[in-house]
């Protein structure tokens, strides 16, 4: 097997592992979110202090166990990204070990590269004994059964405890210190950065890189790059959605097409509706929406929007704290986004004809019967 | 006689590169005249599940997956050609194009 081919296989693996583990990050970041927010209308800014849960009002007392239910849920994330990530691996077999060691990664304060690693072990270890140990027919099921949740999970408790364990949650601790650290200028150049690699080739390698980053960092508690990413996905479509209306001489209608659906795709937090304008023309795109992306997320960041959830869209918005500050740096993103396109573009020199496309799009999956299918 | 193909679509969140894909390859295949069954793995379950039927009929799977693709063992023996959820999204008739060659080839 090539280094490539196997990059590729242990990308999707991790992907794997996130794509189940986001739906509880987002239930726990919302829930805590909520329960923020809410006390925020009281003035409280330590709901989580287990003085709150004595309060004489009833609402103050609920928000402090809403802010329970989402620490519950986040602390699943480790153990839940190292489950898929085994299962990923070596299938149902690799669930037990990884959930386990994922849980021991949580304990150690290991973080998310603990979690990685211990889904990778756990996954690599049941595969190895699956493939590598064959029993006579009449024992076969002592293998799933007994031989490898047992030794699947003490291979992956063994190692995280006493080899991983301890270097990488000092490496943990180290980064999240560093980055939480971080004041004024550079965090808002870090901001700037993470904003600018989302912005630069839309869900591309470079986009991947700096998302998936800030979303395991998240789980350390750093919520800046998060925040930055988030900002910066849905900046490009917008932008360029709002250029296509204010400036229809500059666009063909194809684009305009386009447009329209970058819009809505914008306000769902998908920044892959800025692909078609990409590809028409790279360098006036590019340049426009890594500039418009920077500058929101340095703004987002600059004033003091959090946001602890990896959700980009329009409804992750109430959740986010100082939500006008965001949409402010969506606002300002967006402008830029847009102004840059209209004044890179030139208006086209003659309006296309009308294309007749017919309309059929709506029954697009049931364009051919099962007999010709089968024929 | 049309060609034939299969493909399977999955991102990591769920909800929207899966279905963008899916619509892309479906589109540049009903231009190209080639049929295509396209089943979504997205965050609400599998959509347009492919039966065995169907897999035996394919001439080729196109996995356009960023994640782990469920109950794959239904594609053994198959020709697969793994690819990123985006490609199809950024250009589904060189996707086709290259799954068909892919199906021709010995």
């Known amino acids: 097997m090539t280094w490539k081919k196997f990059g590729k296989q242990l990308e999707t693996h991790i992907m794997t592992g996130i794509s189940y583990m986001i739906p509880v990050v987002i239930s726990g970041a919302v829930l805590m979110a909520i329960s923020r927010v809410g006390a925020s209308f009281f003035g409280i800014s330590d709901i989580w202090d287990p003085k709150w849960a004595k309060s004489a009002n009833m609402i103050i007392r609920f928000l402090n166990v809403d802010d329970g239910w989402g620490g519950i849920a986040l602390g699943l994330m480790f153990p839940i990204i190292s489950a898929y990530i085994a299962y990923s691996i070596a299938d149902k077999g690799g669930i037990a070990p990884g959930i386990i060691g994922g849980l021991l990664v949580a304990n150690m304060n290991a973080g998310f590269l603990g979690a990685l690693a211990s889904g990778l072990i756990a996954g690599y270890t049941v595969k190895f004994l699956i493939d590598h140990i064959h029993l006579p027919e009449a024992a076969k099921s002592v293998l799933p059964v007994f031989i490898v949740p047992v030794v699947g999970a003490f291979v992956t408790l063994f190692l995280i405890q006493y080899v991983i364990g301890i270097p990488f949650a000092s490496l943990n601790t180290g980064l999240a210190a560093w980055l939480k650290g971080m004041t004024g200028t550079n965090r808002i150049l870090l901001a700037a950065i993470v904003g600018g690699m989302v912005g630069f080739d839309l869900g591309g390698p470079v986009n991947k890189a700096a998302v998936t980053t800030a979303m395991a960092l998240l789980t350390s508690g750093v919520y800046d790059p998060n925040k930055a990413a988030q900002v910066a996905i849905i900046i490009p479509p917008l932008g360029l959605g709002l250029a296509t209306v204010l400036g229809k001489r500059k666009f063909n209608n194809e684009l305009k097409e386009a447009g329209n659906a970058s819009l809505v795709m914008g306000l769902i937090g998908v920044s892959e509706g800025a692909i078609p304008f990409a590809v028409e023309s790279p360098l006036k795109v590019i340049p426009a929406n890594v500039i418009g992306s920077a500058v929101g997320s340095a703004i987002a960041l600059g004033l003091g929007a959090v946001n602890r959830a990896p959700i980009s869209g329009f409804y992750g918005w109430f959740a986010v704290e100082k939500w006008w500050v965001y949409i402010f740096a969506i606002l300002v993103g967006t402008l830029i986004v847009t102004g840059l396109t209209l004044l890179f573009r030139k208006d086209i020199k003659e309006e296309q004809p009308e294309e007749t496309e017919e309309k059929s799009d709506d029954n697009d999956s049931e364009y051919f019967s099962e007999d010709q299918w089968e024929n | ?106």
């Open chain 2, 1 to 106: 006689m049309a060609r034939k193909l299969l493909a399977v679509t999955a991102c990591a969140t769920g909800v929207a590169h899966t279905y963008m894909a899916e619509k892309a390859l479906i589109k540049a295949a009903k231009k190209m005249g080639v049929l295509i069954k396209v089943e979504t793995q997205g965050a609400t379950g599998i959509g347009h599940k492919l039966t065995a039927k169907d897999v035996q009929i394919g001439e080729a799977v196109i996995f356009a997956t960023d994640t782990k693709v469920r109950d794959a063992e239904r594609f053994e023996n198959k020709k697969v050609m793994q690819i990123n959820v985006s490609d199809p999204i950024k250009d589904a008739e060189k996707v086709i194009n290259d799954a068909l060659a892919l199906a021709d080839k010995k």
